[in-house]
């Protein structure tokens, strides 16, 4: 039996390329290697997987404002209180001469989850008018954006550890670490839900 081209489906997990059959309507395809879902069926992707991503994204997006622009930590230093967004941070960090570091938090916490949020919103609600080349270019885009997102979380990591070097410095969260919190895991949950598949395949 031929194997038509757009049969063969490379499973995201473990990358085992196979061929997958006409799936009915409500089931999934699973890889025989890694057991993970290499594919559903297009009743579920395009009513189910793009619907909860672009839920999901939407979500994100609306929680984004509070993430960016509520005090983020607490630090409380030889009796000086000091209590920023990660949008005000930021641009201290630029006015103050610290460039890079300034920019890395605003690329990492400001610009790349916008824009990975947007994409995700995008790709999840223009198949209809949106040609399908440039829904999987933006898909990419997104998949780039995406692996940069966390580095900014490393760097906080790394500045509480630099300040708490004992009793006479405090640092608390803030509520705008919960809501970035709550925006970080809505924007994973809006990837995993999505299947780039889907973009290729016939309603």
Request: glycine share 8%.
């Amino acid at each position: 039996m031929d194997v038509v081209a757009k049969d063969l489906r490379a499973c995201g997990t473990c990358g085992l390329v196979q061929r997958v059959a006409k799936i009915p309507k409500d089931h999934r395809a699973f890889c025989p290697r890694c057991k993970s879902v290499v594919a559903r069926s297009p009743h579920n992707k395009l009513r189910g997987g793009n619907s909860w991503t672009a839920a999901t994204a939407l979500a994100a997006l609306i929680v984004y404002p509070l993430a960016i622009m509520l005090p983020f930590l607490s630090i409380d230093r030889l009796g000086h209180h000091h209590a920023g967004s990660i949008l005000e941070s930021s641009m201290d960090l630029l006015v103050n001469g610290e460039v890079f570091v300034g920019l890395t938090v605003l690329l990492c916490s400001v610009v790349f989850p916008l824009a990975k949020l947007t994409g995700l919103l995008l790709v999840s609600t223009s198949s209809g008018w949106m040609r399908r080349e440039h829904l999987a270019r933006t898909w990419r885009a997104v998949e780039l954006v995406g692996r940069w997102g966390m580095l900014d979380v490393l760097l906080a990591a790394v500045l509480v550890a630099m300040l708490k070097l004992g009793d006479l410095v405090t640092v608390e969260p803030g509520p705008g670490l919960f809501a970035f919190t709550a925006c970080v895991g809505l924007s994973l949950l809006a990837s995993a839900f999505f299947d780039p598949h889907a973009l290729w395949e016939n309603e």
